[in-house]
């Protein structure tokens, strides 16, 4: 029996012992105070049950906001790893990209080392075709033809793996959010291959003079079919037909590219630095976060600025031997015999 209960009783207890002490007890009384006692006990336990109620209610809000709570801290460290995640990713990407550049640039840097070579080669087979031709040694004159063809087939698939490599580092540079490495070749030196087009020239003036000499033409008739897989060709006809065209044509469409990338990497710096400021500008970021974000992408810069500058440098000095080497087969070139 609970307190309340407890004292109704007692306290009906006392009116009817107060009621027989008096001697005016009747059915009336009893009645009357049975129906109070019932009426109050009956508000007595709506309030208590709606007390209850109250209580129920707040312990429920209470673990409702708790569990709101808990929610919104998970949601906010998924959040939170999500972007650590995606941060992470982009890191990866841009590294990746990073690399790929200079993979490109290496590879690129490689074979313009190795295009010195095969124009050296190329001249000194047409050296020896002039002096087959001189010297009326119809076969060996063709044999000369036929590797200073190859040579210089060598040197225009070399053009077209530089050019293709361009093409690929532009796309690359447009994905890059830093600064990007340097293309290891600048436009002068992409002008410095057009010594090769002097020496096709050179050898459509040589094979023309033997053509119009009927020994010669006729070995030629025998062997334009002998297979020259390079740079495209089947055979010897169809090589010395296109070789030039087709050095020309490369040696444009790289030019092009270098033109196309120097264009993509200003825009690509002028996105860079227009980033920049704009963080600066921005009302969303308070001014220690965006110090502490400037001061975080000066140091970023500066540690790959350093990186780039020690690339670089190895690459120009790789990149200055290879115009050397064309240089010295330029100025040494031995005069052909049409020029005399």
């Not at 350093?306 to 240089?327: F, P, S, Y």
Request: some cysteine.
């Amino acid at each position: 029996m609970e307190f309340m209960e407890l004292v109704v009783l007692l306290v009906i207890i006392g009116f009817f012992a107060l009621a027989i002490y008096n001697g005016k007890i009747t059915l009336f009384i009893v009645t009357g105070l049975f129906l109070a006692m019932f009426i109050f006990l009956k508000i007595y336990e709506k309030v208590k049950a709606q007390e209850a109620e109250r209580k129920d209610a707040e312990r429920t809000r209470e673990w409702k906001r708790k569990a709101d709570e808990e929610a919104e801290r998970a949601r906010e460290l998924k959040r939170k790893a999500d972007e650590e995640a995606r941060i992470k990713k982009h890191k990866e990407e841009q590294e990746r990209l990073f690399n790929n550049m200079i993979t490109l640039g290496n590879k690129s840097l490689s074979v313009f080392e190795e295009i010195p070579e095969h124009i050296r080669t190329a001249e000194e087979y047409l050296n020896q075709a002039e002096i087959d031709l001189k010297e009326r040694a119809f076969a060996p004159f063709w044999d000369s033809i036929e590797y200073a063809t190859t040579s210089l087939g060598h040197f225009d698939e070399g053009v077209k793996q530089i050019n293709n490599n361009l093409s690929q580092y532009t796309e690359l540079i447009k994905k890059y959010d830093n600064i990007p490495p340097q293309f290891p070749l600048a436009r002068k030196s992409a002008d410095k291959l057009s010594i090769a087009n002097s020496a096709s020239g050179r050898m459509k003036v040589i094979v023309r003079s033997a053509q119009c000499d009927f020994h010669f033409a006729t070995i030629y008739e025998q062997r334009k079919t002998n297979q020259i897989l390079v740079a495209g060709f089947t055979n010897l006809a169809q090589a010395l037909n296109r070789i030039e065209w087709q050095i020309s044509k490369s040696m444009a469409n790289l030019a092009k590219s270098v033109d196309i990338m120097s264009s993509t990497l200003n825009d690509s710096m002028d996105h860079l630095a227009d980033s920049v400021d704009s963080m600066s500008s921005t009302l969303n970021y308070s001014m220690n976060e965006t110090h502490s974000r400037l001061d975080d992408m000066a140091q970023s810069v500066d540690h790959h600025h350093n990186e780039l500058l020690k690339i670089k440098n190895d690459q120009v000095a790789r990149e200055k031997r290879a115009l050397k080497m064309l240089d010295n087969i330029q100025h040494h070139r031995k005069p052909s015999i049409f020029d005399q």
